[in-house]
């Protein structure tokens, strides 16, 4: 019997796509230092944002935040920024933004 050598073999596709996923993996340094344009305005960020099912943006992003989970509130502005370009808000400054979350943060906490 011989094979169909047209689609490469299923263990291939995922070999292909952790090689991928690994070296995006290496990428987590350039996002430590942004802030939420610098998200917004990123296309390997975007591409997750309107495209939630990418499972290899989806790991990347979660893996993300995992290891830098005080970066969720500018990924949140910057998600929020990408779904609605034209919507404005004042703009809070960045210690505005953390004093609000570590308020929401202690809230939760006590409650």
Do not use: G
Request: hydrophobic share 35%; net charge positive.
């Amino acid at each position: 019997m011989s094979r169909n050598l047209k689609h490469p073999p299923f263990t291939l596709i995922v070999q292909n796509k952790l090689k991928k996923l690994q070296k995006v993996a290496l990428d987590f340094q350039k996002y430590e230092n942004y802030r939420s344009e610098d998200f917004a305005a990123d296309t390997y960020f975007s591409e997750w944002i309107q495209s939630p099912n990418n499972l290899i943006n989806a790991c990347f992003w979660e893996t993300f935040l995992k290891k830098y989970p005080e970066k969720l509130p500018d990924i949140e502005m910057a998600r929020h920024k990408i779904l609605n370009p034209n919507f404005h808000i004042n703009q809070l400054s960045h210690q505005e933004i953390d004093d609000l979350w570590k308020r929401i943060n202690k809230t939760i906490i006590t409650n």
